[in-house]
């Protein structure tokens, strides 16, 4: 008789405590996963099976922090999304505006830098993908040749100004040593690391879809940035959250840490000390900066899951007076309605939920370099408006 089919090897999600942090994926894997070998477990991340935080890892030396969600699932995940996944709808010779998937993030961070030029190929960053499509695609850039005809690349650069900046992508291959303090030898087959000629005036969520403006010449990212400072920009989002809510504007003082290890509002304390009539007890969480959110337009409806059963849900409209880090999942968590597919501020499961349901659809800004006022909007991705559609019905 024939052998059975050995069942694929799979993981439930598990959340990095304290005994994990620090350590790499792929020995956290062999620690939870016992009867596997090293070899096995590197071939799990190599078939884009590991997931962390809902999305593939290829970087085996990546290290875990506190709250990270592992799993191993039984089939390959969606391949992550790459420079022909995004849509550029504006481009002249000092600005792109590109529509971001969900999944990909913005820029890359310096502690996010895997040693391997190949893995960042597989996990582009916004900016890469913008940059390689101005070059042609992958193949020239790769080969180091421009597309002439590519859009819009510049014929040429205001005197003295070259583009915004080459990133230090290939400071550690370039620069890493050998045992004799000799640059070591590259290696062949491994494609010089993705360029970066751009760099993004304002900041998506990995998980959030939609507009950003990004500078190709330092001088109208200066201007960018400063209109954003001083927020003279329209930055409009939708989103589909957990219950009803009324329009309505939502302001508080944001902080890194609320006491829980994540970002929230600073809750002013008016509490008196014991036997005190008049000293109010001091708040211990230090001074947070403001963040203002317009709640424009709600539409009240319900929720359909995979079960059959309802739950209450608004899709809304939001514009932001100020742009803090996470500050509309933050503001809608903690008024109680928090995004459907939340998985940091979220209170609901997440089970059938495909993604974070927040897009950025609309964004007006001055022109850095010709001031003429410009606006775009953007609507859902075709695949997320169709969930939308069939999971939401109208409140009766």
């Known amino acids: 008789m024939p052998r059975p089919v050995p069942a694929p090897v799979v993981m439930l999600p598990v959340v990095v405590d304290s005994s994990l942090v620090g350590q790499t994926i792929v020995a956290t894997l062999r620690k939870l996963l016992p009867d596997q070998s090293w070899s096995a477990v590197r071939k799990l991340i190599e078939q884009r099976r590991v997931l962390v935080n809902r999305y593939a890892c290829f970087d085996e030396t990546r290290r875990l922090t506190e709250r990270d969600r592992l799993e191993v699932l039984a089939h390959p995940a969606v391949a992550l999304p790459d ?4 849509e550029l709808l504006y481009v ?69 100004q070259r583009p915004v900046h080459r990133r230090d992508q290939m400071r550690r291959d370039s620069q890493r040593r050998d045992a004799t303090g000799s640059p070591a030898k590259s290696r062949l087959h491994t494609p010089k690391a993705p360029p970066c000629h751009v760099r993004a005036a304002h900041r998506l969520d990995r998980q959030t879809s939609g507009l950003v403006v990004l500078s190709r010449v330092p001088e109208a990212g200066a201007k960018l940035y400063a209109q954003f400072q001083a927020h003279d920009v329209l930055r409009e989002y939708e989103a589909l959250v957990w219950g009803w809510i009324e329009p309505q ?31 109010p007890v001091t708040n211990p969480l230090p001074p947070g900066k403001l963040a203002s959110t317009n709640l424009v337009a709600s539409r009240q409806g319900h929720f359909k899951s995979g079960t059959g059963e309802f739950a209450s849900v608004s899709w809304i409209r ?15 968590s903690e008024k109680g309605n928090p995004i459907v597919g939340d998985d940091v501020y979220g209170t609901h499961s997440l089970d059938g939920v495909p993604r974070l349901y927040l897009h950025a659809a609309r964004l007006g800004f001055t022109h850095p370099m010709i001031g003429k006022r410009l606006e775009f909007s953007a609507g859902w991705p075709d695949v997320d408006r169709r969930w939308l559609e069939s999971h939401f019905a109208d409140k009766s």
Do not use: F, Y
């Open 249 to 279: 504007r939502l302001e508080s003082e944001l902080i890194r840490d609320r006491g829980d290890g994540r970002r929230g509002s600073r809750q002013p304390v008016t509490m008196l000390e014991a036997g005190a009539e008049e000293s």
């Open 318 to 332: 939001c514009q932001l007076e100020t742009g803090r880090t996470h500050q509309v999942r933050i503001h809608l």
């Open 83 to 86: 420079e022909n996944s995004i």
């Open 92 to 160: 002249d010779e000092q600005i792109v505006v590109a529509l971001k998937p969900e999944g990909m993030v913005t820029e890359r961070r310096h502690d996010d830098l895997p040693d391997s030029p190949e893995l960042r190929w597989r996990a582009l960053t916004l900016d890469e993908a913008v940059t390689i499509r101005l070059m042609g695609g992958r193949e020239a850039t790769i080969a180091g040749r421009t597309n002439p005809t590519s859009p819009g690349r510049p014929q040429s650069l205001p005197a003295g």
